[in-house]
């Protein structure tokens, strides 16, 4: 693995930060880009950086630039850092979503060397300072090669990838796509949705109850109902199609339940039991995914 290669993150919240806080003690330079000035003397007094600047240009010569701007921006930085960087500088992000930025790239009349990426690690809390070295650990990392990709620049950024803790699977854009909105996408709506039930609840004395009594099934299924509104609709409103077709899917299993619930109890407890033994061998005891390649 080669140790003197320069990386720079753009973008220093909850994935930006964790990158170069679990980076930080490797050979590798460290290069910070933020738009926030205080963000920048933060990275720069914690030691997390070699350099630190609101100016883009500061990326020119580095081997690897993480993009981790919000979903709607990740474009538009993208087009500004191939027209900065060296011709052979891999580029790659953390966006949510991969199928539009995907589409982008592969259709650019210019080579963008670009790889897209997604760590499947996150919090619902956003910034520099809910950031911390362990994000990345035991996590997948989805790694979305574009058409100017070469196997040699994949090897080079799995083996970062691996170093920040995490494992890389290489997936196909959309069906990347497709797949977040069963898993992240659709339960955050509804998560929300959820939520809202409870909250406004039509009989008041039993949502303000139920808000009383609320532990931590209740926590659990709506912790994604805190996630970062920007996020959240950058997700939902780019993904709306996927998100939408796994609604249907939901709504239809949800009414299957409650059919066998009513009328088949047998039935609906053998079900029961078979996707709680699947769901049990699903994480491991420290909640990260163990599903075999």
């Not at 930060?17 to 738009?35: A, D, E, F, M, P």
């Not at 960087?85 to 592969?106: C, M, Q, R």
């Not at 990345?136 to 970062?160: Q, Y």
Request: aromatic residues 6%; contains cysteine.
């Amino acid at each position: 693995m080669q140790k003197d290669l320069t990386i720079a993150v753009i973008g220093l919240g909850l994935i930006g930060g964790s990158i170069l806080k679990k980076l930080k003690n490797t050979k590798y330079k460290l290069i910070g880009v933020s738009r926030s000035p205080e963000t920048i003397h933060k990275v720069i007094q914690q030691g997390l950086v070699s350099e630190g600047s609101t100016d883009i240009e500061i990326i020119r010569d580095v081997d690897i630039v993480f993009v981790c701007t919000p979903i709607n921006k990740t474009v538009q930085t993208l087009i500004t850092v191939r027209n900065t960087v060296k011709p052979k500088t891999i580029i790659t992000d953390a966006a949510s979503l991969k199928g539009f930025i995907l589409d982008f790239v592969n259709t650019s009349d210019t080579a963008v060397n670009f790889i897209g990426g997604h760590p499947m690690a996150g919090t619902e809390n956003k910034g520099i300072d809910a950031s911390f070295e362990k994000l990345f650990e035991g996590a997948k990392w989805v790694l979305t090669p574009s058409i100017w990709t070469t196997e040699r620049d994949i090897i080079l950024l799995e083996e970062v990838i691996k170093e920040l803790g995490a494992n890389p699977v290489i997936a196909d854009a959309h069906e990347h796509d497709k797949a977040v909105a069963l898993i992240s996408h659709m339960p955050l709506l509804l998560s929300q949705v959820l939520f809202s039930l409870v909250k406004n609840y039509p009989d008041k004395n039993i949502g303000k109850l139920a808000m009383r009594l609320a532990a931590s099934g209740f926590r659990d299924m709506t912790r994604l109902a805190a996630t970062n509104p920007e996020l959240a609709g950058d997700m939902l409103s780019e993904n709306k199609p996927y998100v939408i077709e796994s609604l249907k899917e939901l709504v239809a299993g949800a009414s299957e339940m409650q059919n066998l619930l009513s009328g088949n109890e047998k039935v609906f407890y053998e079900n029961y039991l078979e996707n709680a033994e699947c769901r049990a061998k699903l994480y491991s005891p420290e909640g990260k995914n163990i599903y075999p390649d």
